[in-house]
């Protein structure tokens, strides 16, 4: 079975400072990797995933995430924060190139940006 | 990209009455979409897995007679909570998986139902 352990429910930061907001997975084969965010009463916003191709995975608003296997980590990190950041963040995580296999969410991180 | 599209957003019902929740992929063909739940400041939680022709798979502790699941085609699936109550208000969200070239394998959900019952 997979799952992911996000570190930290809540993580703050300034405006401007980097955002580091960390996830490992466990998974039995090699895993898709997901992170998304949520704003307010909203849906899912996909900013990045990993699908066995690049190691460090670009996406958007400035967010990238690098998939280490040796550490079963897929952190996200963004250079500067900015006040519109400020949402709940998901890691999530599933099995390859099945259709009838579901994401699996992290708890979710928190990220607060003050000015 | 692929889209889905969720209705409705927001509904509140009475307790006893049930509720019917929309999920339809628009661009692309989903044999399988998934039912998630989420209550405030916390993840989503699988409910169960939507399969086009046939029953759905619910998750340990989902009751299956509460929130039924309807997948008629390769375009819709439905999510009905009946004799709703209180403590099924919730934030309800599909999700469909779209295997086109495209879309790269990516998951693409639809922006969620509020439900409140009162």
């Known amino acids: 079975a997979q799952s992911v352990t996000q570190l930290g429910s809540h993580v703050s930061v300034s405006e401007g400072a980097l955002v580091l907001l960390r996830c490992n997975y466990s998974s039995s084969v090699p895993p898709y990797l997901f992170w998304y965010v949520q704003y307010p009463n909203q849906g899912l916003q996909l900013l990045l995933k990993?699908?066995?191709?690049?190691?460090l995975v670009k996406g958007i608003n400035g967010f990238e995430a690098e998939f280490k296997k040796s550490e079963t980590s897929f952190h996200l990190t963004k250079p500067s924060a900015h006040m519109s950041d400020a949402a709940e963040y998901f890691c999530a995580v599933s099995l390859p190139n099945q259709a009838g296999t579901a994401l699996i969410f992290g708890k979710g991180t928190t990220l607060s940006v003050s000015s | 990209g692929a889209v889905v599209s969720q209705h409705p957003s927001r509904v509140i019902c009475k307790s006893g009455t049930s509720v019917k929740i929309e999920c339809r992929s628009l661009d692309f063909q989903a044999t399988t979409m998934f039912w998630y739940r989420q209550f405030p400041k916390q993840s989503l939680m699988l409910m169960a897995t939507s399969n086009e022709g046939s029953k759905a798979t619910y998750e340990q502790g989902v009751e299956k007679d509460k929130f039924l699941i309807n997948h008629a085609s390769l375009t819709l699936s439905t999510l009905t909570v009946t004799s709703a109550h209180p403590e099924d208000s919730s934030f309800y969200i599909c999700?469909?998986?779209?295997?086109?070239?495209?879309?790269?394998?990516?998951?693409?959900f639809g922006s969620g139902t509020r439900l409140t019952v009162v």
């Open positions: 990993y699908t066995s191709a690049a190691t």
């Open positions: 999700s469909a998986r779209d295997l086109g070239a495209r879309a790269n394998y990516g998951y693409t």
